[in-house]
T-cell receptor, first 113, second 111 residues
Framework: NAGVTQTPKFQVLKTGQSMTLQCAQD?????MYWYRQDPGMGLRLIYY???????DKGEVPNGYNVSRLNKREFSLRLESAAPSQTSVYFC????????????FGDGTRLSIL | QKEVEQDPGPLSVPEGAIVSLNCTYS??????FMWYRQYSRKGPELLMY????GNKEDGRFTAQVDKSSKYISLFIRDSQPSDSATYLC???????????FGKGTHLIIQP
């Protein structure tokens, strides 16, 4: 079972470049999330989509945009990458946006030079 | 005050020992709690999902919630080197949408 699949796994960008991180889930989940994980900061929510057709900001949305392409896919876009966006990005999904546990992909490691 | 606190460790124990991992939380309204295991260069993997107080057991793992003291614990029996990982507690409560995570405890099981 694939679960949550993220692409790419690694990426190096130069400051100012743009990039889209892709996420797809095959669990028929309604809700999807993007987190970033930084040393000493833990996991922080960037954006989420409670259901197909909706997106909302999380704790650290500045510099990012998202698109819920369909029920399976949720992408994260960096329009003009900055070194502060160097991080590991995780996509997650859950059955719905309530108290359900979330299931995570294996992350995208992004370095901005 | 952080809403979910965890000691970052590292916590190093010999193989076969009982491991106790702990989190405290600040808001007595939190009712659902999760434990995730994260191996190096991997995503968090759901281990346990509990509601309210009491114990929940799954194989060598037991999750315990003490709402009176706002304390959650994960016990690992007969610990194995393969249990070496970072363990994260989380709750869907909190000021942020999504899950509020502790920062994780790095566990090392020595063969």
């Amino acid at each position: 079972n694939a679960g949550v699949t993220q692409t790419p796994k690694f990426q190096v960008l130069k400051t100012g470049q743009s990039m889209t991180l892709q996420c797809a889930q095959d669990m028929n989940h309604n809700s999807m999330y993007w987190y970033r994980q930084d040393p000493g900061m833990g996991l922080r929510l960037i954006y989420y989509s409670a259901s197909e057709g909706t997106t909302d900001k999380g704790e650290v949305p500045n510099g990012y945009n998202v698109s819920r392409l369909n029920k399976r896919e949720f992408s994260l876009r960096l329009e003009s990458a900055a070194p502060s966006q160097t991080s590991v990005y995780f996509c997650a999904s859950s059955e719905d946006y309530s108290n359900q546990p979330q299931h995570f992909g294996d992350g995208t490691r992004l370095s901005i030079l | 005050q952080k809403e979910v606190e965890q000691d970052p460790g590292p916590l190093s124990v010999p193989e076969g020992a009982i491991v106790s991992l702990n989190c405290t939380y600040s808001n007595s309204a939190f009712q659902y709690f999760m434990w995730y295991r994260q191996y190096s260069r991997k995503g968090p993997e759901l281990l346990m999902y509990t509601y309210s107080s009491g114990n929940k057991e799954d194989g060598r793992f037991t999750a315990q919630v003490d709402k009176s003291s706002k304390y959650i614990s994960l016990f690992i029996r007969d610990s194995q080197p393969s249990d070496s990982a970072t363990y994260l507690c989380a709750t869907p409560g909190g000021g942020a949408d999504g899950l509020t995570f502790g920062k994780g405890t790095h566990l090392i099981i020595q063969p």
